[in-house]
């Protein structure tokens, strides 16, 4: 079978793998659609801090997939062939403090399907194994195509889990990238009773009006804080920071009312240069998520995709075949990532 194969930075390759067989506790799936997401750029291009150092070469990349089951591996049987599934593509140890506590998804043997730290090959090829506790079945009312918005969408959903509440809350969001809009559409269904979006793209402005943003702006020419002066008098409940721009947060901290919260759901490669002065006076708080709690996440995330409140269509910008991952796809988001929210690769049915 042919399967998008990484090699090194600038180097992934589309070529003939032998088909995988599910081992014990092992799901195989075929593969129905795998999503292109912003950490597979920063793979592609080679990062000196972030995930390239971190792939496994020789491995097949993708970790935002869904499929149908096709096979099982002993003790692996409870789940019906031809089920239609998505996978939450973390691997996690069990046994360490992290496991033990249920937070999976801070595991000290933390590893992604797509190659991230051990060689467990991911969506981008026609059938894929999978441990058994990855898999979640799609419910009734959402195809399988969508279903490949699960996983960046979960972690949208546990960004917005982190925050205290979200019921009336008034928010702000900066970046409307495929996570923000995500956010956005998540903190309205929690109840947010207004949400100003910031983004320096236009496209992606007008993306944000469309999921339901009571304004947007560019940050690059107003000051959030003065849109959230006008709306609420004393600022916002909530800001999520989906940027890792120093600018953006500082004006987050800014445009927060006292004791509000950050919630930080940004790939920093360097250190954050954060007005401190300005978040110690307002005794604000700042919180961190990192990627999902898939018990948890994804089966909020799977209920909001089939029940609408995550406008799946709408946030699918195109459906590209396997063979022109790298010429269309990477090289397209690389270049233009505004135009997009996601690109889905359409690997089988
Ligand atoms: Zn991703
Ligand atoms: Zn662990």
């Known amino acids: 079978m042919k399967a998008a194969v990484y090699h090194g930075p600038r180097d992934i390759r589309i070529e003939e793998i032998a088909q995988p067989e599910p081992g ?14 912003g950490s597979d750029l920063h793979t592609y291009v080679g990062s000196s801090t972030g995930g390239a150092s971190m792939h496994v070469p020789g491995v ?73 506790r990855s898999v979640f079945a799609v419910p009734a009312g959402l195809g399988v195509a969508q279903a490949a918005l699960t996983e960046p969408l979960a972690v949208a959903v546990h960004a917005v889990r982190r925050a205290p509440t979200t019921m009336g809350a008034t928010v702000l969001i900066l970046g409307a990238g495929p996570i923000g809009l995500g956010v956005l559409q998540a903190v309205r269904s929690g109840g947010a009773s207004a949400v100003i979006v910031t983004d320096p793209s236009g496209a992606r402005r007008t993306a944000a009006a469309g999921f ?16 959230v002066r006008d709306l609420t008098g004393h600022g916002v409940d909530l800001v999520l920071d989906t940027t890792a721009v120093h600018s953006a947060i500082n004006q987050g901290v800014a445009a927060l009312r006292p004791r509000g919260t950050l919630v930080s759901r940004a790939g920093w490669q360097e250190p954050a240069r954060i007005d401190m002065g300005r978040a110690m006076v307002k005794e604000i708080d700042i919180r961190f998520s990192m990627t999902y709690e898939p018990e948890v996440d994804f089966p909020v995330t799977l209920a909001m995709l089939a029940s609408g409140a995550f406008a799946a269509d709408a946030m699918i910008s195109d459906h590209i075949p396997l063979e022109r991952l790298v010429n269309v796809g990477l090289e397209e988001l690389l270049h233009h990532a505004d135009r997009h929210i996601k690109i889905l690769v359409h690997v089988g049915q």
Request: glycine share 14%.
């Open 212 to 227: 339901g943003a009571t304004v947007v702006l560019d940050p690059t020419v107003d000051e959030p804080q003065v849109a």
């Open 24 to 37: 014990p506790g092992q799901v195989l799936i075929e593969v129905s659609r795998n999503g292109i997401c």
């Open 60 to 132: 097949v990349l993708g970790h935002e997939f869904s499929g149908t089951v096709r096979g099982l591996g002993a003790g692996a049987d409870d789940l019906p062939l031809g089920t239609a599934v998505v996978v939450a593509p973390i691997e996690y140890c069990g046994s360490c403090w992290a496991c033990r506590h249920g937070w999976p998804h801070m595991c000290r043997r933390l590893a992604l399907y797509g190659g991230y730290r051990l060689p467990l090959h991911g969506g981008l090829a026609p059938f894929v194994c999978v441990s058994r």
